[in-house]
DNA sequence: TTGACATCCGAAAGCGCTTTCGGTAGCGTG
DNA sequence: CACGCTACCGAAAGCGCTTTCGGATGTCAA
């Protein structure tokens, strides 16, 4: 519990007053540029903190000014493990936007015995943080429910399935698999199944709902066997496209929702001895770079995780200054992006249809 | 740059000491076990601090005590962007750990125009952080370098060339690929290639050793053109095994320094119409949950992220422990473990050699 | 009963900054 | 020359906690 003593030759302002002849209060308006300080002394100043490499403590600063320059992101729970490939990008984006500003991004893990909201409570009491990002959320998400009556600002990446008072960035997945399945639809096929993601998770939800729509939109009937749920890695695909392959009437082409789940998928098609891309049509989400990789090269979906943490971190610095303007002008930003659509060899026209032309790889939309 | 404000009805040691009657000093010193404070009393405040959920600011604590109990993680920077699958994992063990000791864990991105060591440098002088955790190191290290001087704690996950005098963890990268190799000698190959990574990163460079070494030791010839460095992802891989599949005797087998590239040359063999597995031995490393899901499914090498994680932070905070005590003992933990060979369908003796068994999934050593 | 000791708690001085408030010097104006 | 102003800086009071020091009790033996 015992921490690391602050280095002891670091330089406190109190040395930076004494090595300039002025007091510290004059040392810390100048360097704050506080407009009651001539500008050759603010520059006297700000010289000497250069060359003494002063660095305000920021644990003192934070207690003088009663804020915390610290947005909390609590690691998703080991227990449902669902590794998120973009995890590190968007910490990436969210801390490199934060810094910015010289806000701190600190990092918590959900202890064995307790739950997510509990490990945000005592952040938040403790004070060691001002703001929360939240990705991955459920359609009902304990997470949000407990931001929404803390006080603390937050941002989510993602939404919940009630989500009209907080804010948020998500991508338009329900409009991604629309148009992943018009495409396909577009290219002859009618004989399209779906391998869907754990239904908890919204953005497997959103998914599934823009494949059912527009599958029904085409009027084109879909039969149960043709929709598996619950699909969340690429080895539960491999038993799932084998069972899909072993149909009577087998789809002509299969939407997954992740790369994952559709490398999986695209495995299973050559292990049943067919090929992929040709017998039956893969796409997938989420633009993972072994997607250029595979045989065939795997038709997806992409969103910018490292743009979105980026995003994210800007809408929750902009909601700090909101609440901190007590502006009654309740603005709470909503942003959805769309993802774009990368055509590749994995998804082409049925073998039975006439009209076959082949697609190289290209970004549309 | 303005902050959160801290909860206005967060309850402060004040609060608690007129609730009870009590000075100041006193519940600090009862809430932190001094042997001065009767039980009683002491009793009567963790009760009364339960009740009102009273949680110190850690804020002030730290001013006060003069310590910093967080650790800073600086992500690699966005420019050498080779993602590591395995980053949030160990960042969960770390958090993880660090938690149970009431450690934080603060995350930092580098900006453009600066390098991990500006960044590291004013994280330390800003008193923002107490110790290190460092991950995929260099074979020459500008950030160890700079740790080594710095007076800061800090452990690394992996190592340097040179690495006698700091404390780490790694993974004995040499030997699982002389393990590799000597396994598939053991099959009967004797063509095996390399696809190697980055000879800047050191875990690319151990890997390579050990894949010279366990041929040489067998007195066998490895051909120039079997050895290619400097993939780092499954394009590259994908590329790199065409090219090895057209020389005049292609290898039988070949072995990757990650999975990513392993799976990237399981495609470009099938690509080429010839069977991994079969025609060609790929053996990988990371243990990928996708390298179960490949046709066929892939003999890998593993290693446990989370657990080396969690390893690092116990690590760290022992020796912070050691310098806090100013003990002369310098102990200087170094961490070797060991990966495991995987044993899947990717790995088989090769075609012309009549020992044909077959290998099912188990796990060895 | 008195002194010597523990036992337990309050007082107060910080930790390194910020920020308000007031005071001094310098300036221009009448 | 006195007045009022502005421009600039110092003094000092915190922020919420920790920790040392000493003082007030109570206890026990002599």
Redesign the interface.
């Known amino acids: 519990?015992?921490?690391?003593?602050?280095?002891k030759d670091?330089i406190s302002i109190a040395g930076l007053a004494l090595h300039l002849g002025l007091s510290e209060g004059t040392i810390s308006r100048a360097l704050n540029n506080y407009p009651d300080i001539a500008e050759k002394t603010r520059k006297r100043v700000r010289d000497a903190a250069n060359e003494l490499?002063y660095?305000?403590?920021?644990?003192?600063r934070?207690?003088a000014?009663?804020?915390?320059?610290?947005v909390g992101?609590v690691?998703p729970s080991?227990r449902d493990h669902l590794?998120?490939?973009f995890?590190?990008?968007i910490?990436?984006g969210?801390?490199?936007e934060l810094?910015?500003?010289?806000?701190?991004?600190?990092?918590?893990?959900?202890?064995d015995g307790q739950d997510e909201v509990e490990v945000m409570d005592?952040l938040?009491?403790?004070?060691?943080i001002?703001?929360f990002a939240v990705t991955r959320v459920k359609r009902s998400d304990p997470r949000v429910d407990y931001l929404r009556t803390a006080?603390?600002?937050f941002v989510v990446h993602g939404r919940t399935s009630k989500h009209s008072d907080y804010s948020w960035l998500d991508v338009d997945n329900e409009k991604a698999f629309v148009d992943a399945v018009n495409f396909l639809i577009g290219l002859g096929h009618k004989n399209i199944a779906l391998l869907g993601g754990d239904l908890k998770m919204n953005f497997a939800w959103q998914r599934r709902e823009g494949f059912q729509k527009a599958m029904s939109d085409a009027g084109l009937e879909t039969p149960p066997d043709y929709i598996v749920d619950g699909i969340s890695?690429?080895?539960g695909?491999?038993e799932a496209m084998a069972t899909l392959l072993a149909l009577p009437s087998r789809p002509t082409a299969v939407v997954c929702v992740t790369d994952?789940v559709a490398?999986?998928a695209i495995?299973?098609i050559?292990?049943a001895g067919l090929k992929a891309g040709h017998d039956v049509s893969v796409v997938g989400y989420d633009g993972l770079?072994?997607g250029?990789?595979?045989?065939p090269a795997l038709t997806t979906m992409s969103q910018a995780s490292?743009e979105a943490g980026r995003e994210v971190a800007r809408m929750l610095l902009e909601a700090?200054?909101q609440?901190?303007i007590k502006s009654l002008n309740k603005e709470i930003p909503q942003i959805l992006w769309e993802a774009k659509l990368t055509l590749r060899a994995s998804a082409n026209p049925p073998v039975s249809n006439p009209a076959n032309k082949s697609h190289r790889e290209e970004t549309k939309k």
Chains 1, 2 share one sequence.
């Open positions: 519990m015992t921490g690391v003593k602050q280095r670091a490499g660095q305000p403590s920021s644990t003192a934070r207690l000014r009663g804020v915390v320059e610290t992101f690691l080991r590794s998120d490939p995890l590190s990008e910490l990436d969210l801390a490199a810094a910015m500003s010289g806000w701190d991004l600190l990092l918590a893990a959900v202890p005592r938040v009491r403790s004070g060691k001002g703001a006080g603390v600002p890695d690429g080895m695909a491999l994952a490398i999986g495995h299973a050559q292990k770079p072994m250029r990789a595979t045989e490292y700090v200054r609440k901190n």
